[in-house]
T-cell receptor
Framework: GESVGLHLPTLSVQEGDNSIINCAYS??????FIWYKQESGKGPQFIID?????DKRQGQRVTVLLNKTVKHLSLQIAATQPGDSAVYFC????????????FGPGTSLSVIP | DAGITQSPRHKVTETGTPVTLRCHQT?????MYWYRQDPGHGLRLIHY???????DKGEVSDGYSVSRSKTEDFLLTLESATSSQTSVYFC????????????FGPGTRLLVL
């Protein structure tokens, strides 16, 4: 079936190191992807997005990479900080379902001081 | 939280009672969404609205109804709450539908006893 999933449900990194969170999607027709960050007790917060006509997009300390060949999405966080500890979701939006977003289950990132 | 409030933030109710959750936005965005979040499932869409009085079902709409009489308010009603509806409920908004970023409210934690 169609799904959006994460390879690693939990990830622990040392403060200052780079973090990489991965996501697989199954529908090659998907054309828009978003990464969200959710801190404990709060709503998801937009981090960065990418459309299918791009391979890479950079923000402040974050980079999203899209590999359409293998239907894979990753979020890279540079110089990870304790404040980056949260659950990270990828989301897949399909042009044919323009009003619906499919979220992955999330990866919990824990930053070790 | 992008001008989105949810009320109540916490609620405990008994099985069989009606419950209404409110989402209020100050962004004048056209689209509004209700999601529930449960461990192991990620965010799942309950209902969404694409304008005043215009609503549609999501993937987990059974047992829920919605209403949108004003642009700024989107109500989610559990007609007769069940224990399976214990969850955290998030409201989200977007300007033009899923092809633009959705911004989330702080969530409502509902416990049905």
């Amino acid at each position: 079936g169609e799904s959006v999933g994460l390879h690693l449900p939990t990830l622990s990194v040392q403060e200052g190191d780079n973090s990489i969170i991965n996501c697989a999607y199954s529908n090659s027709a998907s054309d828009y992807f978003i990464w969200y960050k959710q801190e404990s007790g709060k709503g998801p917060q937009f981090i960065i997005d990418i459309r299918s006509n791009m391979d890479k997009r950079q923000g402040q300390r974050v980079t999203v990479l899209l590999n359409k060949t293998v239907k894979h999405l990753s979020l890279q966080i540079a110089a990870t900080q304790p404040g980056d500890s949260a659950v990270y979701f990828c989301a897949e939006i399909r042009e044919t379902s323009y009003d619906k977003v499919i979220f992955g289950p999330g990866t919990s990132l824990s930053v070790i001081p | 939280d992008a001008g989105i409030t949810q009320s109540p933030r916490h609620k405990v109710t008994e099985t069989g009672t009606p419950v209404t959750l409110r989402c209020h936005q100050t962004e004048n965005h056209r689209y509004m969404y209700w999601y529930r979040q449960d461990p192991g499932h990620g965010l799942r869409l309950i209902h969404y609205s694409y304008g005043v009085k215009d609503t549609d079902k999501g993937e987990v709409s059974d047992g829920y109804s919605v209403s949108r009489s004003k642009t700024e308010d989107f109500l989610l009603t559990l007609e007769s709450a069940t224990s399976s509806q214990t969850s955290v409920y998030f409201c989200a908004i977007s300007r033009q539908g899923a092809q633009e970023t959705q911004y989330f409210g702080p969530g409502t934690r509902l416990l049905v006893l």
